[in-house]
């Protein structure tokens, strides 16, 4: 099957939905059809797969697939309010694998130059490496995951802003879709497809039958559904 799109997948459902002589009172938007994708790529996804990311990681606890991995380019670091600490809000769903390993690398940019990942540590062993003499995390940028953001720690007394950089890269295990671009390859195995297609069908007031009729009618091989394809 050839690679799908989001604006590939906004089109098939666009076809379908004319073919199927579904009632409307607007015309459809290919926009609002393409965000529906999206939409239900990441309702019924992560549900599916993240119990098989998970038990590989613990079969290979080394080793995340990286089918899995998705990098997020340009984020940009802010200060938070109470603390005056460096974060970025990590900008999509990540799995929680443990140990951190969601968040597979967090690099920092300056002028376009892309540095070496940051060591990752955790929040209670931030003290511990802080107070020690030697100072091990000196001359080294470290994060550390909070909730939903990503906080990062001083190098030379300085934070990343201080020293002029205001722009990460980050490489994350996640099986969310929403920040896919229209020309990205749509990060969803061909065996779900059918499923996200039909779910957004649904939305726009498709019966059970017309889906049937439609997805048979469209590819007649298009008939299972396996999760760990």
């Known amino acids: 099957m050839a690679v799908q799109t989001l604006n590939t997948l906004g089109e098939r459902v666009l076809r379908l939905l004319k073919r199927g002589d579904i009632p409307t009172d607007v015309e459809w938007d290919i926009r609002e059809i393409k965000q529906a994708v999206k939409d239900s790529a990441h309702t019924i996804v992560e549900p599916l797969l993240k119990p098989v990311v998970i038990k590989n990681f613990l079969e290979k606890p080394t080793r995340i697939d990286g089918r899995y991995v998705n990098p997020y380019s340009k984020i940009t670091v802010l200060i938070d309010a109470d603390t005056e600490e460096n974060y970025v809000d ?10 951190g390993m969601g968040i597979q690398s967090v690099r920092p940019i300056l002028k376009q130059v892309i540095h070496r990942a940051m060591i990752p540590i955790s929040n209670r062993e931030l003290d511990i490496y802080l107070g020690l003499p030697a100072g091990m995390l000196e001359g080294q ?43 990205d390859p749509f990060p969803v195995s061909d065996s779900l497809i059918k499923l996200i297609i039909e779910d957004v069908l649904i939305l726009y007031g498709a019966s059970a039958e017309q889906i049937k009729d439609l997805i048979n009618d469209e590819n007649p091989n298009l008939t299972k559904v396996n999760v760990n394809a």
Do not use: C, H
């Not at 990590?90 to 140990?99: E, K, L, R, V």
């Not at 939903?148 to 969310?176: C, H, P, Q, W």
């Open 141 to 183: 940028w470290a994060f550390m995951i909070r909730g939903n953001k990503v906080f990062f720690t001083k190098r030379y007394d300085k934070t990343l802003i201080e020293a002029g950089l205001k722009r990460v890269n980050m490489d994350i295990v996640t099986l969310s879709p929403q920040n896919a671009d229209d020309d």
């Open 90 to 99: 990590i900008p999509a769903s990540y799995i929680d694998i443990g140990g």
